[in-house]
């Protein structure tokens, strides 16, 4: 995006602190490892931001199209018992792995971009080190060295895949540059991040006690405890042919102990499935005895049991289990003075449950995108546009970045919560969408998938439908209300009695008839019984 705003006269530098050189996305001795690597779900807004870079052809190659999901409901074991509903997008999700996206993208600008001055420095760190006194002053960072380990290496040499992936900085060794625009973009590291909650701490701290009172509120990063957590193990499975290879298949064990989600990594039926449990769950430590999952996959998915043989069964069960992320988002701002910014998740972080993490990230560098269209439209030179833009990014961006965050954790919270956030909304949107489409919005996936609209609009469209809803839910309880006391006046006076007493006689035979319906009910199971 910035080669394609700036030309070719502009030095962009590209820092990634792993060292390894992402693979190309068609080398399949690498990607015929489906278990080993994290996948994406692509939808309108990912595909949206890809279009308008030049990117989508080539994701479309390497990508996988999700035509719906098939669930197995807790105790539905049969292949048969599993439920199809097609989506019901305009856009349908693509699947692929995060890896192979950031090969993808390497490899585009490999190609397309070699006449442009853009360094690629895979290895190195960035800490800000000063985010200069004013708008127009440059950035000064600190770029460091860096080393990988492998978590739990096998000794193969293999290219390590970003979840299991650990990067060791020389801080010692270290060289200091300036830049017009630094974009933090480095996930839950949060380097940039961290650095803009740090400096501005520092700055409120210097101000006057009475002036603090008038100051603008400090950057900072909120991040939620987990109180929902998930931990989560992936096991590669190759469906038969005569089930469908684009589907996302789900299925729950009794009790909700482990739920299975797996998605196509490819066209030819491979999946990568992940068991998502409980911190503390007896299959979520790693040297599991192989025939415990075993007869766990046996009890409670047999369907998919016969699709993993006991090698992989065996390598699921000795490794350990890897983290879900946390919400945390930054805020009330997204940018340090006119030269710094943050966008994806060192923004907005979210679990990936509901496709929103990197969708939303690549929607941010659209909206980046405009701003600097704008600002560079307005003004003679591109350098003195960046200030303005980066104003203007985080005006647009910084509301939908803490809505996205509290709408996401709204649907993930535990117990009772997570009925009244989540389940009892969805409820009421589908029943007021469809009495009045024209007023109610549709539910929350609903509103999702529409392309007109941000996350924070979404939030305060369904805040006021909750609104409305409840008003209606009340109109309409008080209308039965004055219903009911009116027929029993109206009855009090044909028949010349007291209304208690026409109450009474309305109540009574009610209650007889349960009390006698319970009696026949615990005497017929005795007879069974017996």
């Excluded at 684009?246 to 064990?253: E, G, P, V």
């Excluded at 833009?389 to 996401?408: C, H, N, P, Q």
């Excluded at 044909?494 to 009574?508: C, D, P, R, Y």
Aim: net charge neutral; hydrophobic share 40%; aromatic share 8%.
């Amino acid at each position: 995006m910035l080669a394609q705003k700036f030309g070719p006269e502009h030095r962009i530098a590209l820092c990634e602190s792993r060292p390894s050189i992402p693979p190309h996305p068609s080398d399949d001795t690498v990607w015929c490892d489906v278990a080993r690597f994290y996948l994406l779900g692509i939808g309108h807004r990912g595909q949206k931001a890809l279009q308008e870079f030049g990117v989508y052809d080539d994701f479309e190659k390497y990508s996988v199209a999700v035509t719906g999901r098939r669930d197995w409901q807790p105790g539905k074991t049969k292949v048969e018992e599993g439920t199809t509903t097609p989506a019901k997008k305009d856009v349908l999700s693509r699947i692929l792995p995060r890896d192979k996206l950031v090969g993808l993208l390497h490899n585009h600008l490999v190609e397309n971009y070699s006449n442009h001055s853009i360094d690629l420095l895979y290895g190195y760190k960035v800490d800000p080190i000063s985010f200069g006194d004013n708008e127009n002053d440059p950035v000064t960072v600190r770029i460091s060295r860096c080393d990988e380990t492998k978590v739990g290496d096998d000794g193969l040499g293999r290219y390590v895949a970003s979840q299991d992936s650990e990067q060791t900085c020389d801080v010692e060794t270290t060289q200091i540059a300036t830049t017009q625009l630094l974009i933090g973009a480095d996930g839950s590291a949060r380097t940039v991040a961290n650095a803009m909650e740090e400096a501005d701490v520092e700055r409120i701290s210097k101000l006057n006690p009475l002036l603090r009172l008038f100051a603008e509120r400090p950057f900072k990063v909120t991040r939620y405890e987990d109180d929902n957590p998930r931990i989560y193990k992936s096991v590669p499975i190759c469906v038969p042919a005569d089930w469908p290879r684009d589907l996302n298949y789900s299925a729950r064990s009794r009790g909700n102990r482990i739920t299975l989600e797996a998605l196509p990594s490819d066209d030819k039926g491979n999946l990568c499935a992940l068991l998502l449990m409980k911190p503390g769950d007896e299959l979520a430590e790693p040297n599991v005895d192989p025939a415990q999952l075993r007869t766990f996959f046996d009890e409670e998915f047999p369907q998919f049991s016969n699709l993993v043989n006991d090698d992989v069964i065996e390598q699921v069960a000795l490794k350990p289990s890897s983290k879900l992320p946390s919400f945390r988002y930054a805020g009330p701002r997204l940018n340090m003075g006119g030269r710094t910014l943050v966008l994806g998740d060192a923004a907005h972080t979210v679990k990936p449950y509901y496709g929103l993490g990197a969708n939303s990230a690549m929607e941010d560098v659209c909206v980046l995108s405009d701003a600097l269209d704008e600002c560079q439209a307005a003004s003679d030179q591109s350098d003195s546009a960046i200030p303005r833009a980066v104003k203007l990014f985080s005006k647009r961006r910084s509301g939908d970045s803490e809505a996205l965050v509290t709408i996401s954790r709204n649907m993930d919270r535990p117990g009772r919560m997570f009925f009244f956030t989540f389940l009892l909304p969805i409820i009421l949107d589908g029943i007021f969408h469809k009495i009045a489409p024209h007023i109610f919005g549709p539910n929350i996936f609903g509103m999702f998938q529409r392309k007109d609209i941000g996350f924070k609009q979404i939030q305060r469209k369904k805040r006021l439908d909750r609104v409305v809803q409840l008003m209606c839910i009340g109109t309409m309880l008080a209308g039965a209300s004055w219903g009911v006391k009116s027929i029993i006046a109206l009855l009090a006076r044909a028949t010349g009695k007291s209304q208690g007493l026409v109450v009474a006689s309305l109540i009574v035979p009610f209650a007889l008839a349960t009390s006698l319906r319970k009696a026949l009910t615990s005497k017929h199971q005795k007879a069974v019984e017996a």
